[in-house]
């Protein structure tokens, strides 16, 4: 082992880019995948077929193939379309399509949105008929009791598998490094490896820098549920 190579300036430094370019990536698709899974989410559960249906069918699809056949579908397959190619120099939003770090985004912020949807939903018909019944006592409309109780209730509940979620598109966004132009830290691991051929060395250490950004989402998760679930702890 020659671990004294990934200490050095030149290999510390293609790491830190590689940490950047991996949080850049995993906050951006956190953000427009959330964002989008809470509207979604709530049509899910819509009583109405046509509404629920599309919405079912977009999960479905998402959550039954491979997230690296989606990443080069979108980057290799929708972005190389002569048609989109045509019109991403000026026309909004095939102008993304040109980005491999906008490509790469949408492909993790659809995916971890369709899971998300999922969980949320549950979370959503899980809720406890009292509360509902406790806001239409007050005189809520189905708006407000769906704004300030369903939605903030099911949210609080789903803070355990959510994290899990969160955790694993940490992993995810390793495969974020098939595509040319994105640099990650398994981007700089497959550099440091092809540069002085040690690829135990440049992996384990990749390793262990996930390992220590999931060590620290689990903690973070650990103090929201305490805050924000504290109301199902067993009462001494």
């Given at each position: ?8 300036p ?24 959330g ?45 190389q ?16 399509f ?18 998300t ?11 406890a ?108």
């Amino acid at each position: 082992m020659q671990f004294d190579v990934i200490f050095t300036p030149e290999a510390l430094a293609l790491y830190w880019q590689g940490f950047i370019g991996t949080l850049e990536i995993l906050v951006a698709c956190l953000l427009i995948g959330g964002a989008l899974s809470i509207p979604l989410a709530v049509l899910r559960v819509s009583p109405q077929a046509w509404v629920r249906g599309p919405i079912w069918l977009f999960t479905y699809i998402v959550r039954g193939t491979p997230l690296l056949i989606q990443v080069y579908l979108i980057y290799y397959g929708i972005a190389q379309l002569d048609w989109i190619q045509a019109r991403w120099d000026d026309t909004w939003p095939w102008t993304g399509f040109k980005d491999a770090f906008f490509c790469a985004v949408l492909a993790f912020s659809l995916n971890t949105c369709a899971y998300t949807v999922e969980m949320l939903a549950g979370a959503i018909r899980d809720t406890a008929p009292g509360e509902i019944e406790a806001a239409q006592a007050m005189g809520y409309s189905r708006l407000q009791t769906l704004r300030r109780i369903v939605l903030p209730s099911a949210m609080r509940r789903t803070l355990p598998a959510y994290s899990n979620e969160v955790i694993m598109m940490l992993h995810s966004t390793s495969l974020a490094s098939t595509i040319p132009a994105i640099f990650d830290i398994t981007g700089a691991a497959r550099n440091i490896y092809s540069d002085f051929f040690l690829p135990f060395e440049a992996f384990i250490t990749a390793g262990v820098i996930y390992l220590i950004l999931t060590f620290a989402l689990v903690g973070l998760f650990k103090l929201a549920e305490h805050h924000w679930l504290a109301y199902l702890r067993p009462q001494r």
